[in-house]
């Protein structure tokens, strides 16, 4: 299965044992919409509803941190995901919050999981059929294991300030990059790591909300300074949009492109953490 799916191929696709969509649309309260309320509404049929909010590390004063392995078995056993599934992320959320899902999926040892190009809006647009409700899933054993060299911790990236052994790249916009737009979140400081480069995550996508082709992702990635053959840590405001970076470089064939877990909702609210301002 290709990383990237169309909707025609999903289509063609539903109804086979082995496949398993996920919507995984997520919303901040300044978008003012209910991410579950709208799948109970109107969803791909068969999809069932990951809740990037609540399958996180609920102890954690940051947002939606990665939960403990358990749990996070726990959660897609409930869902009906288990061994040997196919999996289909796609998103309604101008976040792309599908790529979250998919990097969470990958690092806990899913092995085919794909985000469905174009997301809802494209499948809607499309007139394809949805469904509403809550579906009814029957349990699946999930095998967890963690893959840890896809996350990175403050002291990680405090260290690597030092060391410099991984370029840094920022997934948020332009202003909140420079410090001369607010934060979403209270308390936070406004710039970003020193050292990081800025590749707003919305540049890899199309007007229709579909992804870039390889190569004019490849040139956003050069155009922000990136060498995509060094090693790679991805940073945004709670570790979301990083991961359409992430996805993105998969999609080039470099699929070990890390996370800082934490991003700007941890280190930007440091009083001590080193911060730049401007491009």
Not at 20 to 37: E, K
Not at 141 to 155: C, E, P
Not at 238 to 246: D, E, I, Y
Request: glycine share 10%; with cysteine; net charge negative.
């Amino acid at each position: 299965m290709n990383p990237l799916v169309t909707t025609e191929w999903l289509a063609a696709e539903i109804g086979k044992t082995d496949l398993r969509v996920i919507d995984a649309t997520m919303f901040l309260p300044a978008h003012g919409r209910n991410a579950r309320a709208e799948f109970e509404a109107a969803h791909i049929p068969g999809a069932v509803f990951f809740d990037i909010d609540e399958v996180s590390d609920l102890g954690s004063s940051l947002p939606h941190m990665l939960p403990p392995a358990e749990k996070f078995a726990s959660r897609m056993q409930a869902l009906g995901l288990g061994d040997g599934s196919r999996i289909v992320v796609y998103d309604n959320s101008p976040l792309r919050s599908a790529a979250r899902v998919w990097w969470m999926l990958t690092l806990f040892g899913a092995h085919e999981v794909a985000i469905l190009d174009g997301g809802f809006a494209k499948w809607q647009a499309e007139g394809r059929a949805v469904e509403s409700g809550k579906p009814i899933v029957r349990h699946r054993h999930f095998t967890v294991w963690a893959d840890k060299a896809l996350v990175r911790d403050m002291n990680q990236m405090t260290e690597n300030l030092r060391t410099k052994a991984e370029q840094v790249v920022d997934a948020r916009s332009a202003g909140r990059f420079a410090g001369t737009e607010p934060e979403p979140r209270a308390g936070l400081r406004g710039g970003h790591i020193p050292g990081s480069k800025n590749l707003t995550f919305d540049k890899l996508f199309n007007e229709d909300g579909t992804y870039k082709s390889l190569e004019a992702i490849k040139a956003e990635f050069d155009a922000a300074g990136i060498d995509l053959s060094k090693p790679l840590v991805g940073t945004c405001g709670s570790g979301v949009t990083s991961a359409v970076l992430a996805f993105g470089a998969a999609l080039l064939g470099h699929s070990k492109v890390a996370i800082y877990d934490g991003s700007w909702s941890e280190w930007g609210a440091s009083p001590t953490n080193p911060v730049v301002t401007g491009l």
